[in-house]
């Protein structure tokens, strides 16, 4: 069936450094992807977010990139700090608004 | 500041208990979702509904049951509680597009 998923469980990085965590998805149908973040013992929160008419999305610190010809999806985070360490899911909505599917986590740790 | 809050935050029990966990939003949102977590894992939606007297079942099988009598509040029931449903159960609104979360609720059922 239709899937999210990612391609690493585990990233450990040096702080300072630069962070890339990647994102595959097989439906079509999305236009609407997010990125969360879900720190130990809390619920996951919103990072950022990108339609599909769009290939780049940039925030504060981070980057979202989305290639819909190999429907892959990736975040970046520049500069990366201790407080980045985290479970970070992608989602996407199978074309509808109001209903995410969400991939299996990729646990970032940051080394001081 | 939480717009949606979820109580309890954790909670032990004993097996066959009648649990009833609870999701609040001060944002007037209609679409709620109630999600199953496994440790680091992805989540699995349960329930949601779409307003008030409005609600559906998700994508993952549950024993659980849920209503939606007011707006803002979306419990989720477990009738008999069994070792099994022991997890993490995440709330979560949206307007449209991005979802807001709740802390969650860590369920062990002993």
């Known amino acids: 069936g239709e899937s999210v998923g990612l391609h690493l469980p585990t990233l450990s990085v040096q702080e300072g450094d630069n962070s890339i965590i990647n994102c595959a998805y097989s439906?079509?149908?999305?236009?609407?992807f997010i990125w969360y973040k879900q720190e130990s013992g809390k619920g996951p929160q919103f990072i950022i977010d990108i339609r599909s008419n769009m290939d780049k999305r940039q925030g504060q610190r981070v980057t979202v990139l989305l290639n819909k010809t190999v429907k892959h999806l990736s975040l970046q985070i520049a500069a990366t700090q201790p407080g980045d360490s985290a479970v970070y899911f992608c989602?996407?909505?199978?074309?509808?608004?109001?209903?995410?599917?969400f991939g299996k986590g990729t646990l970032l740790t940051v080394n001081p | 500041e939480a717009d949606i809050y979820q109580t309890p935050r954790y909670l032990v029990i004993g097996t066959g208990k009648k649990i009833t966990l609870e999701c609040s939003q001060t944002?007037?949102?209609?679409?709620m979702y109630w999600y199953q977590q496994d440790p680091g894992m992805e989540l699995h939606l349960i329930h949601y509904s779409y307003g008030v007297n409005s609600t559906e079942k998700g994508d993952l099988s549950s024993e659980s049951t849920v209503s939606r009598i007011r707006t803002e509040h979306f419990p989720l029931t477990l009738e008999s509680a069994r070792p099994s449903h022991t997890s993490q159960y995440l709330c979560?609104?949206?307007?449209?597009?991005?979802?807001?979360f709740g802390s969650g609720t860590r369920l062990t059922v002993v």
């Open positions: 944002m007037g949102h209609d679409k």
């Open positions: 979560a609104t949206t307007q449209g597009y991005g979802y807001t």
């Open positions: 439906n079509s149908a999305s236009d609407y």
């Open positions: 989602a996407e909505n199978g074309g509808s608004n109001y209903k995410l599917t």
